[in-house]
């Protein structure tokens, strides 16, 4: 895992092209503390900062090769997973190899296929490849996004980086927060439109798509989508298929020079990957599975049964450690550390994110990396199998918005009063949610269950899905650790978004399906456990120290925040602990203490990015 950057520039130079190049990389030093390397063939200039995973000495970057008196050179963030069967293509078409890198299959794939090298690769990607001879520039995108990439383009120069934070140091390009950015940041947000980021001219490039920047301009294309037809196999025939696809996509994502782990929850989703790792180590006279899970300072004595949150972890993370024998460390975190972390968590975004629950998961990395380099986490599962609450309750289904994110009026009565009688959040939602629901394909034979959650799970993959993986991609990141998500695998995703909802849903249950196919392979309390989110703390004491951050903020009239919100409404919402925001500001775990810790978030960026605001 890796970042890189990089300008391509045809008409208008730049000043110390080499030193911009430089301080872009530089500012991706957590992504890759490993080695940095440059290509520079002017008008091309890319970067590239490394953590070594793969084939250390043979994996360098960026890589260049020269085929029929071409050179193409490469600049890589990712992982692939069928990394040996490109490598038997290639050279049964006479191409040979000087390492084990999936770097050199990536590029080598690329002088192969050419644009189609996107149809053939099975992992996590964004890259770019430079070709010398055509003077054009190739950007792509894995099918999920889970790698990120972003782009823009400043006097006929293409910039681009894997985090926005690179390309602010390109000379010219500007902080700007328009009525667009504030609709994203505060209709949408923590989620975000793809292809949008909330500053004004920068972009990011949509996943499963790839782009070509030449003398002639910028062209994107979408290589894959979920395309909707009829589901022929019979319910075990289903089972099986779904079994030997998740099997063999945590198969495919236990490869690694380096020590690797587990998240490990307790749930159904970390707990299926912890089996199958557990095997696969076994089988292969590997050590012991190492397995890591998180909780808080006296959460023992502070958990609340709610609807939400029905049980705590620790129980069901006992059975499978005495089941596996796995290497079980619990990584404890402390209220100081998860308000202390809040800006690390917003810098490592570039923008405010999901608060706490973003400071957690970055100090969980932080404190795994000095065991593994290398996770495997059960993100993805819920939205993939409909594990969600408002997979099945109708007050959700019924709602015409997006149903982790319906306090709409709250988060217009949020705004600066001049602010919001120009910015109206809720004609924007509603534009983004009609926009996303036209792009689903219903089928004629589809029932009319079927139907409607294909709309809910259209938008749970593309909106809220997206909104977890860029959060454990930067969280993870920003501690030099790389987080792999095998239930993310487009074979799996796009098999199981053809299974009739009457199978998805079987026995009426969320992951009914999945549940089934697990049974006997897992401890029942854990096939049977009910969905349990991400684990947060119920400690007080972090209650009162995001309200008492906010509070210092508020006391200077100065603060940046209120140019942008409603200062009275926030006062408010400090007097009540944060309940006079009536519902929760997204999903189901950003509440009151996460609501007053995302407006620290949003001080904490202005007065770092210092956007200028133009409405």
Known sequence: MCGIVGFVNYKKNIKNPISVLNKMNATLTNRGPD??????????????????????AGGKQPMTATYNENEYSLVYNGQLYNTNELRNILKDNGFTFNSTSDTEVLLKSFIFYGYDVVKHLNGIFSFAVWNKQKEELFLARDQFGIKPLFYTIKDDNLVFGSEIKALFEFPGIEKILDNNGICELFGIGPAHTGGTTVFKNIYELKPANFAIFNKYGLFTHQYWRFVSKPHVDSFEETCDKVKFLLEDS???????????CVFLSGGLDSSIITAYASEYCRKNNMPSLNTFSVDYVDNDKNFVKT????????????????????????????TPDLAKYLEDAMISRDVPGMADVDSSMLLLCKNVKPYATVTLSGECADEIFAGYPWFFREDALNSNTFPWSIAISERQHLLNPNIAAVVHLKDYIDFRYKESLSDVEILDID?????????????????????????????????????????????????????????????GREK???????????????????KSPYPK???????????????????????????????????????????????????????????????????????????????
């Open 35 to 56: 080695e940095e390397g440059k290509y520079i063939s002017s008008p091309a200039y890319l970067a590239h900062r490394r953590l070594i995973v793969i084939d250390p």
């Open 250 to 260: 945590i198969k495919r994502q236990l490869v690694s020079d380096v020590p690797l």
């Open 307 to 334: 609807d939400f949150q029905p049980n705590s972890d620790n129980y069901y993370i006992n059975l499978m450690v005495e089941r596996y024998k796995t290497n079980h460390v619990n990584i404890v975190l402390d």
């Open 447 to 507: 029932s009319k269950e079927t139907a409607e959650k294909r709309k809910i799970s259209h938008l749970t993959l593309h909106w809220f899905m997206q909104t977890l993986l860029d959060r454990s991609d930067r969280m993870s990141m920003y501690s030099g650790f790389e987080l792999r998500v095998p239930f993310c695998d487009y074979r799996l995703a796009e098999y199981v978004w053809n299974i009739p909802w009457e199978m998805k849903a079987y026995k």
């Open 512 to 530: 009914g399906l999945l549940r089934h196919i697990m049974k006997g392979i897992l401890p029942d309390e854990i096939v049977n456990r009910k």
């Open 537 to 615: 703390t119920c400690n007080p004491t972090y209650l009162k120290a995001v309200k008492d951050m906010l509070t210092k903020i508020m006391n200077d009239k100065n603060a940046p925040i209120n140019d942008l919100l409603n200062r009275d409404y926030i006062l408010e919402i400090l007097d009540t602990n944060g309940s006079a925001f009536t519902r929760p500001w997204f999903g189901q775990l950003m509440t009151g203490p996460q609501l007053m810790a995302y407006l620290c978030q949003v001080n904490m960026w202005l007065e770092r990015y210092e956007p200028r605001i133009e409405i």
